[in-house]
């Protein structure tokens, strides 16, 4: 299989069952928070040796015109590695899995120029930099100890992950560079604000585990559909825009939303079908299911339980009510001699 061959097989087969599981995260909302690291602690050296190298090389395929075969696939998992210098000369590696090692520098990556698949989970990574990789696809550097956002351009990575991390601020993600990027995971990492995140091609946003306490900046992010916001500290439902157009699933649980009439600022959503506001003061609000339905008629699910349809005839005639009411204070408005009749 050449190169090129091999990369459109990958796009092909993005149902790997190496891939992360984003809906089962979703639904789970698992904890990804990592005690700090020891930043103190020493490890004994330990270079990626040819030994290592050779039992750890597989999958056999084609290069360049075909002529020629090279193992394409490394998987160096928990070897207690420092540095994986040999790597620069592995130039046809295609899958890379350095995962759960000691590793601060990924730089001899940048020579893997027909690389498509990376995992570099657990490490002592300060940085996701690298230089342009362009068939990287799906990229991940989860629970290091990564502070930016800033170095990622790969033009072709679709997937991003950055879970469990440090960081504060996205900064550097260049929508003009990441075309590709439908796939986006911050959580448990120290956010205050959900600006810098203007990505038009997201689909899937993952900032569950941060500290943000409102919505901001994601007005441009018109084919988002999936955004999980579980167990930071948000107020407000201020800074959504009917302009996500494509949004369907939202999950707010775990956050301090306590008044009810914050909801009819999601009413504009209009693909909005499955939201969750469990652990929100709100919630203890005896009307509060009927009050999600009457501001959101096209709402599906709501804490994951399906609105029966008893409940929405209740809430379009609260609806109507509502409307009948505003229409006689409107005409009141209009002719004051009307509310002395």
Same mark, same amino acid.
């Given at each position: $299989?050449?190169?090129?061959?091999d990369?459109?097989? /990958?796009?092909?087969n993005?149902?790997?069952?190496?891939r992360? #599981?984003?809906e089962?995260?979703?639904e789970? %909302?698992e904890?990804y928070r990592k005690?700090?690291?020891?930043?103190s602690? !020493?490890?004994?050296?330990?270079?990626?040796?040819?030994?290592l $190298?050779?039992?750890?090389?597989?999958?056999?395929?084609?290069t %360049?015109?075909?002529l020629a075969?090279?193992?394409?696939k490394? !998987?160096?998992? %928990?070897?207690?590695l420092?540095?994986?210098?040999?790597?620069?000369?592995y130039?046809?590696?295609r899958?890379?899995?350095?995962?759960?090692?000691?590793?601060?520098d990924?730089?001899? =990556?940048?020579?893997?120029?027909?690389?498509?698949?990376l995992?570099? +989970?657990?490490?002592? &990574?300060?940085?996701?930099?690298?230089?342009e990789?362009?068939y990287? *696809?799906?990229?991940?550097f989860?629970?290091? @100890?990564?502070?930016d956002? !800033?170095?990622?351009s790969?033009?072709?990575?679709?997937?991003?992950?950055l879970k469990?991390n440090r960081?504060q601020m996205?900064?550097?993600?260049d929508?003009?560079?990441?075309?590709?990027?439908?796939?986006?995971e911050?959580?448990g990492?120290?956010?205050?604000?959900?600006?810098?995140i203007?990505?038009?091609?997201?689909?899937? &946003?993952?900032?569950?585990q941060?500290?943000?306490?409102?919505?901001e900046?994601?007005?441009t992010?018109?084919?988002?559909?999936?955004?999980?916001l579980?167990?930071? @500290?948000?107020?407000t439902?201020s800074? /959504?825009?009917?302009? $996500?157009k494509? =949004?369907?699933?939202?999950n707010?649980?775990?956050? $301090?939303v306590?008044?009810l009439?914050e909801?009819s600022?999601l009413? #504009?959503l209009?693909?909005?079908?499955a939201?969750?506001?469990?652990e929100?003061?709100?919630?203890?609000?005896?009307d509060?299911? *009927?009050e999600?339905?009457?501001?959101m008629?096209?709402?599906?699910?709501?804490?994951?339980?399906?609105?029966?349809?008893e409940?929405r005839?209740e809430?379009?005639?609260?609806?109507?009510r509502?409307?009948?009411e505003q229409?006689?204070?409107?005409d @009141?408005?209009?002719?004051? +001699?009307?509310?002395?009749?």
């Open positions: $299989m050449s190169d090129e061959e990369v459109e097989y /990958f796009e092909a993005l149902d790997d069952p190496e992360y #599981d984003y089962k995260e979703t789970e %909302g904890d005690d700090g690291e020891d930043l602690e !020493e490890w004994i050296p330990n270079s990626l040796s040819l030994d $190298m050779k039992e750890s090389l597989s999958m056999l395929c084609k %360049g015109n075909g075969h090279a193992y394409v490394l !998987e160096v998992k %928990g070897r207690d420092t540095d994986i210098i040999l790597l620069r000369s130039i046809h590696l899958y890379v899995d350095v995962s759960e090692n000691h590793l601060t990924l730089s001899p =990556l940048n020579h893997l120029t027909h690389l498509l698949w995992k570099a +989970d657990g490490n002592r &990574l300060r940085t996701a930099r690298l230089n990789l362009p990287l *696809q799906i990229a991940s989860a629970n290091n @100890q990564i502070t956002t !800033e170095g990622i790969h033009p072709r990575l679709g997937t991003l992950d469990g960081i996205v900064t550097g993600l929508p003009q560079k990441l075309t590709c990027l439908h796939t986006l911050l959580r990492n120290q956010l205050n604000n959900t600006l810098g203007n990505l038009p091609k997201l689909k899937n &946003l993952y900032l569950a941060n500290m943000l306490k409102k919505v900046g994601l007005e992010l018109s084919n988002l559909t999936t955004l999980h579980r167990d930071n @500290q948000i107020e439902l800074g /959504f825009s009917g302009t $996500m494509s =949004l369907q699933y939202l707010l649980r775990g956050n $301090m306590a008044d009439g909801l600022k009413r #504009d209009p693909k909005l079908r939201l969750v506001l469990l929100n003061p709100c919630t203890d609000e005896s509060y299911r *009927q999600a339905l009457v501001q008629a096209h709402l599906e699910r709501l804490d994951k339980e399906i609105f029966e349809e409940e005839v809430a379009e005639e609260m609806r109507q509502l409307r009948e229409e006689r204070e409107a @009141q408005d209009e002719d004051p +001699d009307l509310s002395t009749n």
